[in-house]
């Protein structure tokens, strides 16, 4: 905060202040009796122009409820005040986790859906600060956890990039809240976990009740739902070689009695499987995982070229040897896509590929 923005809020306050000694002297002293030796410090700093008394919002940062108190009480309008970026002192007190501060704002009826310049509320504030404490007090308070900021995210969207369990914890222990949440490009935030690869985080949302009862209903917390990209949280964490959290996903379905064949059968908007996913971003560690899932490295739908000869096509040696060894390799290495290509044709147009070459002769390709 400037120090000239500090000089014109003391300003201001004088002005306040002696307007009220010399027209309200009977108020004055009712005051005076209600507030004691508080009112008499709070006065008196005000009026003292020398002294650089603050802003309420560095107040609220630094926690010092009482002086606060003082200051709302005196000037009751405070709570709406707003600094140069148009943040609220709810604002400031989250920002630095004073939660005692925060709920006497609250209670004191400050607007708890209030944004500032950024469209962030204090859940996105205190999200980003990694404050769970001050998380889960708005949420308790029912502060709106839908609402998008300017970048599109929702406070629950960011809880979902931070690899803090805690601030997740906090999010998920409000059975009220909305877990699919869509943001940037309708993006919810499974596929911000399943984008960092975030497991520890991935089994906090995945343990709580919320989850757990969607389970319950056969929606699979929307494992199916997709982005404008038509990304499942499965192709997201394919995509970007999440294989922790991929295995995560997968192996929660299995034991939720979800047919593997579904889920790994999603397909994008260009027509494309997990594995081929996997496959195209050359995440080895993703395509074993899939592999020992059951996916099909020879299955084809529409137009789809196999995975297995999609690897073929860019000459990734190990991916080959990894699905070939997954399964009986005679079925695989003759397979062929829609135009009669096999595994030989598709490889020796890769670059760089004499070594697969080698290879797939050696298993028998002609």
Known sequence: MSNSYSIQRVAQAVSITNHLHQNSTETDSRKKKKHGKNYHVSLNMIKNSSVDYGSPFEIAREGNLNLLKSYCEDFSGMLKERDEYQATVLHHAAATNQIAVMQYVIESGIELNATNKDGNTALHVAT???HAEAVSLLLSNGINDEILNLEKHAGLHIAARLNNTAVMAAYMEHTHINIVVSGYRKKTPLHIIAEQDNLEVCEVFNNSVLVQDSFKKKNGF???ATDDDELTPIHSAARKGSHRVLNFFLTNCKNHGYPAE???GFIDE???TPLHAAIDGGHLKVVE??????ADPIATKDDQVPP????CSQGRLEMIQVILSN???GEIIFCRDLYGQSCLHRCTQAINSHQSVAYLT???AD
């Not at 297995?308 to 690897?311: I, K, M, N, Q, R």
């Open 222 to 224: 929307r494992l199916c």
């Open 128 to 130: 980003l600060q990694q």
């Open 270 to 272: 260009e027509n494309s």
């Open 362 to 364: 050696s298993q028998g």
């Open 308 to 311: 297995f000869l999609l690897a």
């Open 262 to 264: 579904v889920v790994l």
């Open 327 to 329: 399964r009986d390799s």
């Open 289 to 294: 995982v899939l592999l020992n899932h059951g």
